[in-house]
């Protein structure tokens, strides 16, 4: 089964390929609220941009695999779409010390999941 949910990724703290470019799934949570074990809920974050008071909760239930708590509601953080996207393969003749030696020619491929954005 290939599916993805968001309360998945937000338990597993997901960055994926793209995650050094546009951060991982914490970056993009603004609020959680979680129920408890004791079955108190929990609201964490913030509907603002800034929010840097006190300690955050919110980060602590990201990427805790649902040991912490149950998400039960969650408010992100969107982005619009990148105006492009290439993926390619870049293959090196030899690495030797400080100095890597490329061929000439970038090669995409949609096999190997190699990622460079500009």
């Known amino acids: 089964m290939k599916i993805s949910t968001i309360d998945g990724n937000i338990a597993e703290d997901s960055g994926g390929l793209r995650g ?3 951060g991982v799934t914490r ?3 603004m609020a ?7 079955g108190e809920l929990l609201q964490t974050g913030s509907p603002c941009v800034k929010d ?3 300690y955050s909760l919110k980060d602590l239930f990201i990427g ?10 969650i408010l992100l953080k969107l982005i619009p779409k990148p105006a492009a996207r290439r993926t390619m393969l870049v293959t090196y003749d030899r690495i030797t010390g400080r100095h890597i030696r ?4 970038w090669k995409p491929s949609p096999d190997i ?3 460079r954005e500009g």
């Open 20 to 22: 050094l470019k546009y």
């Open 27 to 29: 970056d993009y949570v």
């Open 32 to 38: 959680l609220e979680v129920v408890l074990s004791t």
């Open 52 to 54: 840097a008071a006190g």
């Open 64 to 73: 805790s695999e649902g040991t912490l708590g149950v998400i039960t509601k």
């Open 102 to 105: 490329a061929p000439g020619r």
């Open 113 to 115: 999941p190699h990622e």
